[in-house]
């Protein structure tokens, strides 16, 4: 296993629907990151069909943007870079499954030729995709286990936690999010298109916003918790810029495993932050040495539904406040 992994995540704004053109801004940055001899790389969510205009898709334009995995058009012209440079790389797209199902996946190709896709455990894009029902965790060639979760994944802690317990030493967290309405009334909130669009006449307003808390100041009341509290290094990927009505706030960021920021950007434009993990930091993090000290004869409480669970389309939109946890 080697000691250390050269790291990068990438922040981009994608065009709706344009395949082509995202994969061209994908292979600008794997090319970037090549030059910089980046051994795992990774892009945001549905990085290559775009994001949150789906909602306002056909269930029949779901079916037309999506792909099978085994035949990927997209894919094909991802997979033999990863060969090329030596490198891992992790895109997000829409897949068309073996089973006639649509899922919000993230496909990690590596140098190798093997392929690991990642399946969202709490997709609400839109009613044709459907949640996955596994955890990704598989080796690399450096000797590294990786995992995936999706944006949303990442909210729950237990879908870390089961990741980290799979063996996770490096987790890939593509995003969407930054600017999205949150219900709660001291959640996040969006950031106004007017900013966005002036970031070049006014530099300061759009820095104040990403770096603020509906930005980089949300993320850092959860992210660091992940990788401090299960020991991982984490590789946060996100949109930038207009995202349909919503502005995604970038913040690409990686963190090791202690929850300290190695990299990060709030620039608002198309980004690469890069980092070295220390691979010798996990075994003795605070976090990997509380998971040594786990009493799983008293967690049955986590498998046991309580009455009150929602999928996370209808949790994520629901106005209804939150019912009241315990007996």
């Known amino acids: 296993m080697t000691n250390s992994l050269r790291a990068a995540t990438v922040q981009f704004q994608h065009r709706a629907n ?18 910089e001899q980046i051994q795992v790389l990774t892009f945001p969510e549905m990085c290559i069909t775009g994001y949150w205009h789906v909602r306002h ?6 079916a037309a943007l999506a792909e099978p995995i085994a035949t990927s058009p997209s894919l ?5 870079l990863a060969e090329r440079y030596n490198m891992a790389i992790g895109v997000g797209l829409i897949e068309q499954g073996e089973d006639g199902k649509y ?10 030729g093997k392929l ?8 609400f894009e839109h009613p044709a995709i459907a949640s996955g029902d596994s955890f990704t965790v598989f080796d690399t060639p450096w000797g590294v286990r990786m995992g995936v979760l999706i944006c949303w994944d990442n909210n729950l802690v237990e879908n870390v936690r089961a990741t980290a317990l799979l063996g996770a030493e490096v987790l890939l967290a593509p995003h969407q999010t930054g600017g999205t309405h949150s219900r709660s009334p001291h959640g996040m909130k969006p950031i106004p298109l007017e900013v966005w669009q002036q970031r070049q006449t006014n530099p300061a307003a759009i820095e104040a916003a990403f770096r603020g808390e509906h930005g980089r100041g949300w993320l850092l009341r959860w992210l660091p918790a992940r990788a401090h509290d299960n020991g991982l290094f984490v590789l946060f990927s996100n949109g930038v810029g207009r995202d ?12 090791d495993p202690y929850g300290r920021i190695l990299a990060e950007t709030w620039a608002a434009e198309d980004r690469m932050v890069t980092a070295e993990l220390d691979l010798s930091l996990i075994p003795l993090s605070t976090g990997r040495r509380w998971i ?15 009455g009150y669970e929602r999928d996370a389309r209808s949790a ?12």
């Open 18 to 35: 344009d395949k082509n053109y995202n994969l061209s801004v994908i292979e600008g940055f794997i090319a970037r990151a090549a030059a």
């Open 57 to 62: 898709l056909s269930a029949g334009e779901i």
């Open 76 to 80: 094909a012209r991802i997979r033999p």
């Open 103 to 112: 899922y919000n996946a993230y496909a990690v190709c590596l140098p190798d």
């Open 116 to 123: 690991h896709v990642h399946r969202k455990l709490h997709a």
């Open 244 to 255: 349909d009505d919503e502005v995604r706030t970038g913040n690409a960021m990686i963190l």
């Open 292 to 306: 040594h000290g786990r009493r799983p004869a008293l967690y049955g409480i986590l498998t046991q539904p309580q």
């Open 316 to 327: 994520r939109f629901s106005s209804e406040p939150a019912q009241k946890l315990g007996k």
